[in-house]
T-cell receptor
Framework: KQEVTQIPAALSVPEGENLVLNCSFTDSAIYNLQWFRQDPGKGLTSLLLIQSSQREQTSGRLNASLDKSSGRSTLYIAASQPGDSATYLCAVYNQGGKLIFGQGTELSVKP | EAEVAQSPRYKITEKSQAVAFWCDPISGHATLYWYRQILGQGPELLVQFQDESVVDDSQLPKDRFSAERLKGVDSTLKIQPAELGDSAMYLC????????????FGPGTRLLVL
């Protein structure tokens, strides 16, 4: 059974810092991996989708990497801003197309 | 930009009452999903539709939950009777094809059962 773990559960950083969020999964036979952002009480916004054949994806200040063999992904946020404060969720698509989520990392960026 | 619509956004109900949530996916999206997200956890799939057919409802508590997508477009998720443990965010998502593409999520319905 696929399990997705995100560390840390919560993170607080000062504005301007670069930071890394970690995601690990137990079964390397994944189809895709996706990072989402969730603001308090709101739905999910897709940030980056990495296909299983890719190593990384970039969007603006965000860079996500994927290492299937080790079952790991990282989300790198450069020059963090208070507006980046949210919960970040990692999710993997298994071969059947089912999306399995981690529990999320709650990020707080202090001005 | 097309979005997934959900209503209501918030619902407060008493235990043993019936409650229903509605979802309208992005136009043309064949696959529709209902997820439940308990506070502090990631979403978990309750049911997946491909057009009007159920593809996966293995995690749906069928004694009290039901879902339908009669015309293959919008969908309704019902809980009867609601229990205290059903308090959660209920998220709807859709994707264009067979379910391995990016899923687009709606704003969710936050349910509180008293």
């Amino acid at each position: 059974k696929q399990e997705v773990t995100q560390i840390p559960a919560a993170l607080s950083v000062p504005e301007g810092e670069n930071l890394v969020l970690n995601c690990s999964f137990t079964d390397s036979a994944i189809y895709n991996l996706q990072w989402f952002r969730q603001d308090p009480g709101k739905g999910l916004t897709s940030l980056l989708l990495i296909q299983s054949s890719q190593r990384e994806q970039t969007s603006g200040r965000l860079n996500a990497s994927l290492d299937k063999s080790s079952g790991r992904s990282t989300l790198y946020i450069a020059a963090s801003q208070p507006g980046d404060s949210a919960t970040y969720l990692c999710a993997v698509y298994n071969q059947g197309g089912k999306l399995i989520f981690g529990q999320g990392t709650e990020l707080s960026v202090k001005p | 930009e097309a979005e997934v619509a959900q209503s209501p956004r918030y619902k407060i109900t008493e235990k043993s009452q019936a409650v229903a949530f509605w979802c309208d996916p992005i136009s043309g999206h064949a696959t529709l999903y209902w997820y439940r997200q308990i506070l502090g956890q990631g979403p978990e799939l309750l049911v997946q539709f491909q057009d009007e057919s159920v593809v996966d409802d293995s995690q749906l508590p069928k004694d009290r939950f039901s879902a339908e997508r009669l015309k293959g477009v919008d969908s309704t998720l019902k809980i009867q009777p609601a229990e205290l443990g059903d308090s959660a965010m209920y998220l709807c998502a859709s994707s264009p094809g067979q379910g391995k593409e990016t899923q687009y999520f709606g704003p969710g319905t936050r349910l509180l059962v008293l």
